[in-house]
């Protein structure tokens, strides 16, 4: 008796749907049955309901620094269960290395938000960008930048070739910026995606309606979102081309963010020579790129752009590496290839590769022994890692034609411009690579490919130890491009986050900018106490409560005195002669005396809950302090960021003071913001 085939599920307004089987879903191993897509529909309209009411509620309960806090908590629950993700990874064909992209590099792309919201995010729920912008002649009325949470339902769209990172890496800004998500993954491979929501669920860090999965066809979802809304798209560019053109996205303007899988090309300069390291380099990571994910992946190295005296002795040393790619069952000892995602995907890229190979040579391929080990692979997805050479690199279908899986094209070119140009023909691509050892070169290359690309690799000897390489998107940098590449921009750290949100220019009084913003402007109303601010807890600071200190007279003793601690002897500092005829006119005191003096000034000496100074930001030295001036600094609470509680810590926040050292005549001299660490009251 055959085992029950298990019955995909989507999970709509806080329950799983679905158990009645409609398509099975294939082992790319071996083309065995191992799950069902569920027949049933769900209320589109429901579903979204849940997310607009319940889901942005309960993650409005929760304030930016708290989500940056589950985010963690999260990552290490994903973390600690990532073996369950891995058992179910290996029917996508997917070997253990190529499941660690996919798993543990979502995994880690929730950590990169996780510390990036805590360290860069505010309490609440309210961006200040900034700057305040006086928009009168005496500073009472002014203007800012706000960013706020949208209030609508983020729909995440993700390709089949990486099921965990591909939702992981959408969610994650989503969620700290307070947007629920509907997310729909690529039916082939949504098998490991279900279980990643599941436990997703299971570590009960997740607020109600903040995640909602979709298997299958999404119905007429699309069509009823409205201009609250986010679309974000990972996939072909055809299809990004029919999504974008939905009737509603356009009618109210919805933001439609689109990853598209692009031409990416590598370029190897001509001072890499055969035999050299940077030569080496190169050939790593083509086949590097070809054979990950079995070159399943947006960001693999389509085109091999390589000088034409060398093109022999690369396609050389690539057909040599490719020979040693084991291919098979990822289960069998010594295989570093799989398969392809399903049969589907094998027939589309044997067709892609009919096409790209009328206008070229075949180096290596299917009949150089291709025979992937394992038992039952003969009805797996096995592609054979495919490399060809169009000699007549401006006729290449290789510009337009693109068969996603482990397959490159080799392209000579004569000089570093037809080089370039040959980039271009990609008509916008997510990424490339530049291999070279002369800086020169670089400088010279990188701009002139930077309009085309969202991201461009410099590969060298000093790089290669640390590099992630060629087809590694990183949450802190930008992941995208323009044209053919869809136009969009994923990751980028906070740019991402802020993707979510909405900006709106405010203007008032500077009171009532920093009433809105929770932040102090210069100009506003301030709370002046007899307590000093630093002798009061962090729960107890209000914003705008601030202190004038008293004066202090600066002597060419404190120059000459500073100047010996620190040892800067500059000459404005200590020759007269040279400083009269500076375009100040005279000696000057050293900046960073003015700034020293300033916190003896503001400072209170004893044990309190301030706990640390640990920096300063937009210090500015605006006008310089001579013999003979007269200082002194009005110092107030700008800004406080909460800190949830960890672990061995006392509870704290983190507090952000505006300083402004003013001179005899009342004009500003210095001006900066001082962070420190403050404790909060204890608990009766």
Known sequence: ??????????????????ATPAAALKSAINGRTVFDTHAETFDTAEALQHARRTGTKA??????????????ALAAYLTEHKEALYAVSAHTGATRSDGWVDIEGGTGTLYAYASAGAAELPSGNLIHEGPVLSLGKTGAFAGTHILVPRGGVAVHINAFNFPVWGLLEKFAPSFLAGMPCIAKPATATSYLTEALVRLMHASGLLPEGSLQLVIGSTGDLLDRLDGLDVVTFTGSADTASMLRANRNLLARSIPFNAEADSLNCAILAPDAEPGSETFDLYVKEVVREMTVKAGQKCTAIRRAIVPRRHIDAVAAALRERLARVVVGDPAVEGVKMGALASAAQQRDVAERVETLSRGAELVYGARDGFSPRGEGTGDGAFFSPTLLLARDAAASAAHDIEAFGPVSTLLPYDDLDE?????????????ATLATADPATAARVIPAMAALHGRLLVLDREAAAESTGHGSPLPMLKHGGPGRAGGGEE???LRAVHHYLQRCAVQGSPTMLTAVTGEYTRGAT????????FRRWYDELQIGESLLTHRRTVGEADIVAFGGLSGDYFYMHFDEIAAKESAFGKRIAHGYFVLSAAAGLFVSPAPGPVLANYGLDTLRFVKPVGIGDTIRARLTCKRKTDRPARKGQPPQGVVAWDVQVTNQNDELVASYDILTLVLKKPAA
């Not at 008796?1 to 679905?18: E, F, K, N």
């Not at 304030?63 to 963690?72: G, I, P, V, Y």
């Open 491 to 493: 990751l980028g750290g």
């Open 59 to 72: 993650l409005l309960a929760l304030d930016f620094q708290a989500r940056a806090a589950r985010l963690r």
């Open 419 to 431: 080089a370039v140009a040959l980039a271009a023909r990609g008509q916008g691509s997510l990424v």
């Open 526 to 533: 301030l709370v002046e106490t007899e307590m000093h601010p």
């Open 1 to 18: 008796m055959s085992a029950t085939i298990p019955v995909l599920q989507s999970y709509i307004a806080g329950r799983w749907v679905g």
